[in-house]
Nanobody, 121 residues
């Protein structure tokens, strides 16, 4: 399976962006999909997770109430809607697919290429 992340860009603080992660190849609707973000010099943090049937969802505390993860298995796409963006949300955002429910990036074997989100104040 291959993942293609898109939707990043420059936005003012308080604004919104929607990221997409499109899967191709041997996809599976049972795969866990996660969004991570990374600032240079820092570790890659898990922002949100979603199970294959969308029945289980996890959010990093700092994005709860502002970010929404969702998926459309018919389109093999996972989305991350980001509202009320803050300066500290600036990072490169990556999507990843795996078989285990985990916020540890080492547990994911398939990664998208990353998309830069820049929030300006």
């Amino acid at each position: 399976v291959q993942l293609q992340a898109s939707g990043g860009g420059l936005v003012q603080a308080g604004g919104s962006l929607s990221l997409s992660c499109a899967a191709s190849g041997r996809t599976s609707s049972t795969n866990i999909v996660a969004w991570f973000r990374q600032v240079p010099g820092n570790e890659r943090d898990c922002v949100a997770l979603i199970s294959g049937d969308s029945g289980s969802i996890y959010y990093l505390d700092s994005v709860k109430g502002r970010f929404t993860i969702s998926r459309d298995n018919a389109k093999n796409t996972v989305y991350l809607q980001m509202n009320s963006l803050k300066d500290e949300d600036t990072a490169v955002y990556y999507c990843a697919a795996g078989r285990y429910w985990s916020s540890n990036p080492s547990h994911y074997t398939v990664w998208g290429q990353g998309t830069l989100v820049t929030v300006s104040s």
